[in-house]
């Protein structure tokens, strides 16, 4: 299976503050291969939106995992999960991290 797992962007307060490495995608990157996945992992933090619709478009994920730890990402994961399931209506889309723990039923409310 390809596996897309995505670094939601820089919290707009944390340009400087708060850039993170994407240490437990990273452990599930590495999991996944380990399981004979094919991933592929792509930081928002570094890398811009074309560069994800682009790789979606040509690599064609069949799964797409984003990270919630924070908050005030849910508007951009929630925009990019919306159009990701518009691109690859097959898609398994999934989230994780401890925020997304937390408000999980409303994110789903808002996906529509």
């Known amino acids: ?11 707009m307060y944390a340009e400087i503050y708060l850039r993170l490495e994407p240490l437990g995608l990273e452990l599930v990157a590495a999991a ?5 996945h094919a991933v592929q992992l ?7 939106h074309a ?3 682009r790789l979606l478009d040509d690599w064609r994920p069949e799964a797409v ?5 924070y908050l ?11 159009e990701t399931r518009h691109r ?3 898609c398994f889309i999934f989230a ?9 039923r409303e994110i789903i409310e808002h996906a529509g």
């Not at 299976?1 to 919290?11: I, N």
């Not at 996944?32 to 004979?36: K, P, W």
């Not at 995992?65 to 730890?69: D, I, Q, R, T, Y």
């Open 96 to 104: 994780g991290g401890h925020s997304v723990s937390f408000v999980g």
């Open 72 to 82: 005030a990402n849910i508007p951009e994961v929630l925009d990019l999960a919306i």
């Open 88 to 90: 690859l209506p097959q």
């Open 65 to 69: 995992g984003f990270s919630l730890n």
């Open 51 to 53: 560069d994800y619709f």
């Open 1 to 11: 299976m390809r596996v897309l797992l995505v670094h939601p962007s820089c919290l």
């Open 32 to 36: 996944a291969r380990q399981a004979g």
């Open 42 to 48: 792509l930081d928002l933090q570094t890398a811009r």
